[in-house]
């Protein structure tokens, strides 16, 4: 609810100012809000979040609102209005740029997970040993035996 009434907000500011000037806005508030949910800990309860949702709603509304008004803008400097052939070629570069997009960031965090997978587990088998006494110390005291 407070993104839809964020949402309507920009879209009347965006008018009067910069749309990229909103963007950037936008970014450094969610940017911001990730930051504060970096310092998450065992002590957070579901009222804790309240305010992380607030400023990450108020971000993503900045964030998208200035996003389409920058395309639009640029759509609409670069001549895109003038022939159909033009609308058609900066829709297509707009489509190919966002599921591009997708897909590198899809490849590029499956490669991550995957390495970091892989390191994790050599490092427990390096580390953790049958029958060594400190090994099954510390697996009796997680048991509780």
């Known amino acids: 609810m407070p993104q839809l ?3 309507w907000l920009v879209a009347v500011i965006i008018i009067y100012t910069n749309s990229r000037l909103i963007l950037a806005v936008g ?12 310092h998450l800990d065992s002590s957070w309860a579901g009222n804790s979040f309240e305010l992380i949702e607030l400023v990450l709603a108020a971000g993503l509304a900045c964030a998208y609102i200035g996003m389409v008004g920058s395309i639009v803008l640029e759509a609409l400097a670069g001549g895109a209005l003038s022939a159909a052939s033009n609308v058609a070629t900066f829709s297509g570069l707009m489509h190919f740029t966002r599921i591009f997009g997708g897909s590198v960031g899809v490849a ?11 390191f ?12 060594a006494w400190l090994s099954s110390d510390r697996v009796r005291m997680l048991t509780a035996d």
């Open 120 to 131: 994790h587990s050599n490092m427990l088998g390096l580390h953790v040993q049958t029958g």
């Open 5 to 7: 009434a964020v949402v």
């Open 108 to 118: 590029i965090m499956t490669r991550l997970l995957s390495v970091r997978e892989q």
């Open 27 to 38: 970014l450094t508030v969610t940017a911001t809000a990730c930051w504060m949910c970096a």
